[in-house]
């Protein structure tokens, strides 16, 4: 320990606090059992395997894509409660936020120009994603259902970003989902209910943005965690990422 | 079980004596699949969550890099009375509704976007998507034939409806599973790997190429009453 900074110095002492060992329990991740204890001794890690493939942590072998998926979520939820905060959602009183956020609020610009960039970008690196677990041949047992659960991520990813989309009432958010909700009626017998159901009316207006609103910010969420915390367990309970036995160099042969 | 254990069951051993000792049972069929050795392993703490930490941070300066000066979009106050001329959906839409300046709405909004969720849902349940064998490996004149009859049904339906920006795609992937058939004595660079390909990444290739040209097409080629414009050119809409 004579050669640490005084970072680590400070950091070392901490953790022989009692207070640091109540919450954490083990003690420093320097060997493998309390590396593992480190992983599987917490709520939030426990999703997530203590051991992975060397092969599998490889750029290649993923891009990251899941995970860069996960952190825009993460991302998502933090500007989005932010955004909550200056938010009624109200007509036109919803359109008039939009406007304080541009010119009242401080970084209201900012905050809601990263939100809509990620979400954005999170659809976009959701399909990656399945396409590029698709070319690897990772949809083959074991890892079916995980491949299902992926496909309903993706369709709930879809819906997340639809429902957002409403949200500011400007002329690009109402008449895109007018658009889209006039599909709906073009289903077979139950098509103009299915409307009436997911709008609250006939056509787009208060009713409608409320239950968007409702959606986006509380039924939608809350399913993603849900299926995004089962997609994570089975990643791990299914045997880890989909590597191949041949060194990993030429990505999509053998498939 | 060995005597040794009986020190472990100090605390209830009544009911060791009633209920059998049985520590782990595995059966065939009910352990999970898991697959065999592929390489060597390291501890996740901290290997992976190092990658993963340098991946968020990234994430992050790239994001706010972009969002301090690309602007969201706000137009004007919504107004039920004026319709823009075209009105469009989001991007990750625009595909469907290319689709719908085609095909009616049944067909386009409901029954292809079903298809293509339950066709992503069974891919890993069907044995030949699994087994992965090469398309023009095997039986290949009977699949030649299955495959040009195909192809012939769905060009026909696409030019009947004129469908263009769906058959042009089509044709094009079809061009290549017809390279990747010809030129089966090679095994240069893009044939070679061409005639490894099984029939489910033909089909999921195919399917890529058809959104990405329809989105593409959506988002940039249509102007007011849904008519082809260049982007280049200014236009109303």
Redesign the interface.
């Known amino acids: 320990m004579a050669a640490t900074s005084t970072v680590g110095g400070v950091l070392e002492r901490l953790r022989q606090t009692r207070a640091w060992k109540s919450i954490f329990r083990r003690g420093p991740a320097l060997t493998n059992r309390t590396r593992s204890l480190a992983v599987f001794g917490n709520l939030f890690l426990h999703f997530l395997p203590v051991k992975v493939r060397e092969k599998s942590l490889r750029v290649r072998a993923s891009y990251y894509l899941g995970s860069i998926s996960f952190l825009l979520f993460i991302i998502l939820a933090v500007t989005g409660v932010l955004l909550m905060f200056y938010y009624h959602p109200a007509v036109p009183q919803a359109y008039r936020d939009m406007k304080d956020l541009q010119f009242v609020v401080s970084n209201g610009v900012f905050l809601r120009n990263l939100h809509r960039l990620a979400a954005q970008l999170m659809v976009l690196i959701v399909f990656w994603h399945m396409f590029h677990v698709f070319y690897r041949g990772g949809y083959k047992p074991p890892h079916e259902f995980n491949w299902v659960v992926g496909v309903v991520l993706l369709i709930v990813t879809l819906f997340l970003s639809y429902t957002g989309y409403l949200l500011p009432w400007d002329q690009l958010a109402f008449w895109a989902i007018t658009v889209g909700t006039n599909i709906l009626s073009a289903m077979p017998i139950i098509g103009k209910r299915v409307r009436f159901e997911s709008l609250g009316g006939n056509v787009v207006g208060a009713n409608a943005l409320l239950r968007f609103y409702v959606l986006h910010c509380v039924v939608l969420p809350l399913i993603a965690i849900m299926l995004i915390a089962v997609h994570f367990w089975r990643v791990q309970k299914d045997g880890g990422l989909t590597v191949r036995e041949e060194p990993e160099g030429d990505d999509e042969k053998g498939l | 079980m060995t005597k040794r254990d009986s020190k472990y069951e100090a605390g209830f051993g009544s009911d060791a004596k009633k209920d059998p000792v049985r520590v782990v049972f595995i059966t065939k069929k009910t352990s ?4 065999g050795d ?11 969550f190092i ?2 930490a340098i ?2 941070m990234v ?2 300066i790239a ?2 890099s ?3 000066f ?11 009375l ?3 001329n075209p ?7 625009l595909g ?2 290319e689709l ?1 300046h085609y095909f ?3 067909v386009a ?2 029954i292809i976007p079903t298809l293509v ?1 339950i066709g ?2 069974v ?3 069907f044995h030949v ?2 087994q ?1 064998q090469p398309l023009w490996r095997t039986n290949r004149k009977r699949t030649l034939w299955i495959f040009l009859a195909t192809l012939f049904v769905l060009t026909c339906q696409l030019a009947y409806t004129r469908a263009w920006t769906v058959l042009l795609p089509t044709e094009l992937v079809a061009g290549l599973m017809l390279y990747a058939y010809a030129t089966s004595s090679r095994s240069d660079a893009p044939a070679g ?1 061409l005639q ?3 029939v489910s ?1 033909w089909v ?1 290739t195919w399917f ?1 190429t058809v959104a990405i040209v329809l989105t593409a097409v959506g988002t940039f080629f249509r102007g007011p009453g849904w008519s082809w414009v260049w982007p280049w050119s200014s236009h109303a809409g």
């Open positions: 999970a699949k898991v697959t592929a390489g060597p392993q390291l501890m996740a703490y901290p290997h992976l990658r993963e991946v968020f994430l992050v994001l706010v972009v969002a301090l690309w602007e969201a979009p706000l137009e004007q106050l919504a107004n039920p004026l319709t823009p009105a469009k959906a989001p991007w990750y839409f469907l509704q719908l009616p709405p049944l909004g409901i969720v992503l849902i891919i890993p349940y998507n699994v992965g790997y490894t390909r099984p990444w999921m890529i």
